[in-house]
């Protein structure tokens, strides 16, 4: 999880677990979504389910992910204090503001394995051709 100590401002990546309906109380709009965060500890596959919440008019940026897809949230972490008959509770959302689709990186080609590797020069022009580094 990455910080911008300047702003507060946090970001995660991980898979769309789930995605909850937008709740309206009042004049406050809020969604719910949980994001799968799995590391690897010591060899052992820990698996996290973190709770992120948008509220006003941001309930719909989760809107275009799908269930399952990789997806980068930033996000604020907001903290309150409640009271009610003498008992006090504190609480703590993770308020998304921003969504990026997660980055989906092309598996490298292993040792040994040269099937498909083109020399570098394959697709230089000819001697008769112009050279031309604009693709347009």
Not at 16 to 23: G, H, N, Q, T
Not at 51 to 68: L, N
Not at 71 to 98: C, M, P, Q
Request: charged share 30%; aromatic share 12%; glycine share 8%.
């Amino acid at each position: 999880m990455a910080k911008d100590a300047a702003e507060n401002k946090y970001e995660l990546s991980g898979k769309l677990a789930e995605k909850f309906d937008p709740v309206q109380r009042g004049s406050f709009a809020s969604r719910e979504f949980i994001v799968e965060k799995s590391i690897d500890f010591n060899g052992k596959t820990i698996t996290n389910y973190i709770k992120f919440q948008c509220t006003g008019e941001r309930t719909g940026i989760i809107d275009k992910v799908k269930v399952g897809e990789e997806i980068k949230v930033h996000f604020n972490i907001r903290g309150n204090k409640w009271e009610k008959e003498g008992r006090v509770s504190y609480f703590t959302n993770l308020d998304a503001w921003r969504i990026e689709p997660g980055l989906v990186s092309a598996p490298a080609a292993s040792e040994g394995n040269n099937d498909y590797l083109e020399p570098l020069d394959t697709f230089t022009s000819s001697p008769d051709e112009a050279i031309d580094d604009l693709p347009f």
